[in-house]
Structures are given as C-alpha cells and as structure tokens.
C-alpha cells in the first residue's frame, strides 16, 4: 500500500503547482509516506491509532502457528504423572490388598481384592471394634509362612500401589477389643467384650464363636490402651490374637502397626461389596458403662449417704437451741 500511495502522489505533483484545483490526497497514502506511526495510518492492517500488532503479526504478515507437540513426545510425562498420583495415592488415601488365607471367611475369601483406608489414621483415627483391618506382622506371626515370589511385572504393580507388597508382611482380621475392653472365651460361646455376649453372624458357618482348645481358645484378657484384639471370622482357621499370647505383646496390635481399615471388596467383579462394622457392635460396649449398670442401686446408696448425714446434724444443731 506504500508504494501506491508515493505513485498517487508523483501523479498529480505538476498540476498542484500550476494552480490547478486537486482532490484532497489520500490520507493514508501520505501517512504511509512520512510515518507509520502518525495517527491515521493503515499500514498495520486497517488499525487506527499507531497501536503495535496484536500477536506477532507485522503489516500483512499472518499469525505464526504453534507446532502441536507429539503424542509420542508427551506419553512419557503422562506415565510419569500418572506414577506419581499412583505413589501419592497409595501412600496416603487407599492401597490394594489381596487375601492369602481362608482366616476371614466367609467375609472374605481367599484371592479377594480389597482396598485400604490409609487416609482416615492420618487425621488421628484409630481402629474401632467391628472393623477389618490390615496390619503389619506385631511379632512374627507369620513365622514359616512361604513368602511368594512376584515376578517383574507384580513388582513393578506393587511399587505403584495397584498389588500388595510381597515384602510387606501383612494379616487381616476383624476388630474385637479396644483399649480398656475385657474380651473373654469361655466354651463355646458366645464371645463377650466387657460381659456383654456378641451376636456374630459374620462367623464361618459350621465354627463356634469360641474355640474349645487348650492352645489359646478360652481366654479372658483385658486391651492395653493403645492396642488392640483382633479375631478372625473363620474361628477354627485362624491363627489370631488367641494363638499369639506368648509374643512380645501377649497377642495383642499395637495401634501404630495398623495399616488402614479395609473397605471395600474391589476384586473380583462378582465379589464386589462394602465391609460395614456389623450391628453387634452397635450396642453399648463401653467398659465404664458396663461397670455403672452391674450396681446402679449401690452406687446412689453411696450418694446418699453423706447427704443423709449433713441432714441429721443440721436437725441436732437445731434441737439444741
């Protein structure tokens, strides 16, 4: 447009000189000729003003495309994303864990999938009577068990966190003491946690609630604080809290040993289930309640005493007048 513009002007020099009436000149042709800059000019493409190019673009020049990078290029930042939020989950919110034993049956069963709650112990939740959970061996429990022997592709799935460690040593069982609880076996049932019997429904079919056994089957033991007593659901199958007194911590879990609260069955399809804490131990299990309902009566006689005796004093002082 410049070039038209200094032609256009050349034209009609002579004629302007000999007094001759001439159009009034375009104006954007002499705003390209003195300055690009000056107010009025079209040489940015139209633009009033002066105003630098929007994006890059010079007088007629078209917009610079962006390469789009290769798929190929960003896979491994996807993978390598991905891996991170699978070790962050995995740490902190759930972990998979695959059952090897028939202990917990029929709640779970052998080659069961289920996923961990590891987030709720960081906010100071501890384990509750009813639940299952996974723990970390306490003292060798699982002494002469055969440690499996994952291949490349099961290790590199348990370092993610999609399968269970064959590192870790591991057990799941069901919650059955606190700490404070008085938990007791005496023949076959029913199980007892502070003198109060349990409805078990969740105990393999066929097996008492307590086993008739001088090796750990009657027993009458009292939860430390900070530990707890845990049972399997197959009563005649597991090697438990029961079997375990001997140990270091006379069969019971200390807290901190406790990986998470198992909550859902995840594999496989058809096996799919939440593992809610049963109605039994919705009742008043406390141990300090259980000790005010034994002998309500004698503890208000031990109330009144003292106020029976204030009374009587007050009425001699005042007979004495």
Same mark, same amino acid.
């Given at each position: 447009?410049?070039?038209?513009?200094?032609?256009?002007?050349?034209?009609?020099?002579?004629?302007?000189?000999?007094?001759?009436?001439?159009?009034?000149?375009?104006?954007?042709?002499?705003?390209? %000729?003195?300055?690009?800059?000056?107010?009025?000019?079209?040489?940015?493409?139209?633009?009033?003003?002066?105003?630098?190019?929007?994006?890059?673009?010079?007088?007629?020049?078209?917009?610079?495309?962006?390469?789009?990078?290769? !798929? @190929?290029?960003?896979?491994?930042?996807?993978?390598?994303?991905?891996?991170?939020?699978?070790?962050?989950? #995995?740490?902190?919110?759930?972990?998979? !864990?695959?059952?090897?034993?028939?202990?917990?049956?029929?709640?779970?069963?052998?080659?069961?999938?289920?996923? %961990?709650? #590891?987030?709720?112990?960081?906010?100071?939740?501890?384990?509750?009577?009813?639940?299952?959970?996974? !723990?970390?061996?306490?003292?060798? @429990?699982?002494?002469?068990?055969?440690?499996?022997?994952?291949?490349?592709?099961?290790?590199?799935?348990?370092?993610?966190?999609?399968?269970?460690?064959?590192?870790? #040593?591991?057990?799941?069982?069901?919650?059955?003491?606190?700490?404070?609880?008085?938990?007791?076996?005496?023949?076959?049932?029913?199980?007892?946690?502070?003198?109060?019997?349990?409805?078990?429904?969740?105990?393999?079919?066929?097996?008492?609630?307590?086993?008739?056994?001088?090796?750990?089957?009657?027993?009458?033991?009292?939860?430390?604080?900070?530990?707890?007593? %845990?049972?399997?659901?197959?009563?005649?199958?597991?090697?438990?809290?029961?079997?375990?007194?001997?140990?270091?911590?006379?069969?019971?879990?200390?807290?901190?040993?406790?990986?998470?609260?198992?909550?859902?069955?995840?594999?496989?399809?058809?096996?799919?289930?939440?593992?809610?804490?049963?109605?039994?131990?919705?009742?008043?299990?406390?141990?300090?309640?259980?000790?005010?309902?034994?002998?309500?009566?004698?503890?208000?006689?031990?109330?009144?005493?003292?106020?029976?005796? @204030?009374?009587?004093?007050?009425?001699?002082?005042?007979?004495?007048?």
């Amino acid at each position: 447009m410049g070039d038209v513009a200094v032609g256009a002007r050349s034209g009609h020099d002579g004629e302007e000189h000999r007094g001759h009436p001439v159009e009034a000149a375009d104006p954007a042709a002499d705003g390209a %000729v003195t300055s690009g800059n000056e107010p009025g000019s079209d040489s940015d493409g139209g633009r009033s003003g002066g105003q630098p190019p929007i994006d890059g673009q010079g007088s007629g020049g078209a917009a610079p495309v962006k390469k789009q990078r290769s !798929f @190929w290029k960003e896979l491994p930042i996807l993978i390598g994303i991905a891996l991170v939020l699978a070790l962050l989950i #995995k740490t902190f919110l759930v972990q998979a !864990f695959s059952i090897p034993s028939d202990s917990m049956q029929n709640t779970l069963q052998q080659g069961d999938r289920v996923l %961990v709650d #590891k987030l709720t112990p960081w906010f100071g939740s501890e384990p509750d009577r009813g639940e299952v959970v996974v !723990f970390h061996d306490p003292d060798n @429990w699982l002494a002469g068990e055969p440690t499996p022997d994952p291949n490349a592709l099961q290790t590199f799935l348990s370092w993610i966190g999609l399968m269970p460690s064959a590192e870790e #040593k591991d057990l799941i069982k069901r919650v059955v003491g606190v700490g404070g609880d008085t938990v007791e076996c005496k023949g076959t049932g029913p199980l007892k946690v502070n003198g109060k019997a349990l409805n078990e429904p969740y105990v393999y079919p066929g097996n008492t609630p307590c086993s008739q056994d001088d090796q750990g089957g009657q027993f009458k033991v009292k939860v430390p604080e900070g530990f707890i007593w %845990v049972m399997g659901d197959h009563r005649q199958n597991s090697r438990d809290s029961r079997y375990n007194v001997s140990d270091a911590n006379h069969g019971m879990v200390p807290v901190d040993k406790v990986v998470g609260r198992a909550i859902v069955i995840a594999w496989p399809i058809n096996r799919w289930d939440t593992l809610p804490v049963p109605d039994t131990f919705e009742q008043n299990l406390n141990a300090r309640s259980a000790a005010l309902t034994v002998a309500p009566q004698g503890l208000a006689l031990a109330g009144a005493v003292p106020l029976v005796l @204030w009374r009587r004093r007050r009425v001699a002082a005042a007979e004495m007048r």
